[in-house]
């Protein structure tokens, strides 16, 4: 299984983090969420808004297109990039990955948990 690479995220995760045998199929949302790697993610995964934006420094190639959705809502995040995508729709597939959360988000109304 690959292995998913989070950059240091001052807030979401500051020591970074490397996440042994990350399932395939599974998108990286859900494994950052099951592995305590708190990234917001207001509609609850459901590919309608833009809070779990990550931009892929290594293994974009490896990952499916995007949707014509997901690329739409793409084009409203903040510090968009052209390895830019929606952590709720990109399923992790063969290739390691390394991921950097953006500092910022747009979400308005952001839940303290």
Avoid at 28 to 51: F, G, K, M, Q, Y
Avoid at 57 to 77: P, Q, V
């Amino acid at each position: 299984m690959p292995k998913l690479t989070v950059l240091p995220h001052p807030d979401v995760c500051p020591e970074g983090a490397v996440i042994e045998n990350a399932p395939q199929g599974t998108s990286i949302c859900r494994v950052l969420l099951d592995n305590h790697i708190e990234i917001e993610h207001a509609c609850e995964l459901s590919c309608a808004c833009t809070t779990c934006h990550v931009i892929v420094r290594e293994g974009f190639g490896s990952l499916e297109d995007a949707t014509d959705d997901e690329e739409d809502l793409l084009d409203k995040a903040w510090g968009l990039s052209p390895t830019s995508r929606l952590s709720c729709q990109a399923r992790i597939a063969q290739a390691d990955l390394t991921i950097e959360i953006p500092k910022y988000t747009i979400n308005h109304a952001k839940e303290e948990h």
